[in-house]
């Protein structure tokens, strides 16, 4: 039971956010046309369409890069939308510590973000699973205000302070994650999982409700 903690608690803190990086060529191009502007006057509509069509192709450094160049030479087109793409590029592409510096400047940036929450969350995940940072990882979920938390992560979110607390040795902290976890979503993974944590660590649940099945109710 023990080694299913760590998968579980993956899914939870990894499985909530869309690919944003779905793109839309709107039927323009071919993979193999050319993307650079040697020769052409400089198009910031036309660079965001050839830096999705390198994306949407597999061409993730080279989609990386127009995207900043694009950011560079104009900074006021698309920004929200570029400053995703070059988040997430620089996940896809492996270096998660300048993922995290540019999602931190998206969050600075576009504080009125309709996913800011679900992005917290998610680089507070890898912040943990990459750089095994957990400092960080609990920094970001402490920026998440929990009145802005929608209804359907807050289970997942409960979870992962009280993992993180467990992880960093602050134990009754913790329980009391888990133990608010298992009495508010007691038929979800989360709930059943901090219930197991729960017996595991030597807390109580008194008069928490028990769930059937850890897989019924809310996900």
């Known amino acids: 039971m023990r ?22 060529t709107g039927g323009k191009g071919t993979p193999g046309e050319a993307v650079g502007f040697q020769g052409e006057a400089w198009d910031s509509q036309e ?23 694009l950011r560079e030479k104009a900074p006021r ?15 896809k592409t492996g270096d998660i510590a300048q ?13 009125w973000a309709r996913d800011r929450v ?16 957990l400092n960080r990882a609990w920094r970001y979920l402490e920026m998440v205000p929990e009145d802005r938390v929608p209804p359907g992560d807050m289970a997942p979110y409960l979870f992962n ?3 993180l607390l467990e992880k960093m040795g602050r134990k009754e902290e913790a329980l009391e994650y888990y133990r608010r976890l298992a009495e508010e979503y007691p038929q979800t993974v989360g709930g059943f999982w901090a ?12 008069g928490s409700p028990q769930a059937n099945s850890p897989m019924e109710g809310k996900q």
């Open 3 to 24: 080694r299913l903690i760590l998968p579980v608690c993956l899914v939870l803190l990894l499985a909530w956010v869309p690919d944003a990086l779905k793109a839309q």
């Open 47 to 69: 660079a965001f369409r050839r830096a999705q069509l390198l994306v949407s192709s597999g061409k993730l450094k080279e989609g990386l890069d127009l995207f900043l160049e």
């Open 77 to 91: 087109y698309r920004p929200l939308a570029v400053q995703r793409y070059i988040c997430r590029l620089y996940e």
């Open 99 to 111: 993922a995290l510096r540019e999602y931190e400047v998206f969050i600075k940036r576009y504080p």
């Open 118 to 133: 679900q992005m917290l969350m998610r680089m507070a995940a890898m912040a943990e699973v990459a750089l095994h940072d």
């Open 161 to 163: 302070k009280a993992y």
């Open 195 to 206: 219930k197991e944590r729960l017996k595991k660590l030597g807390g109580s649940l008194e």
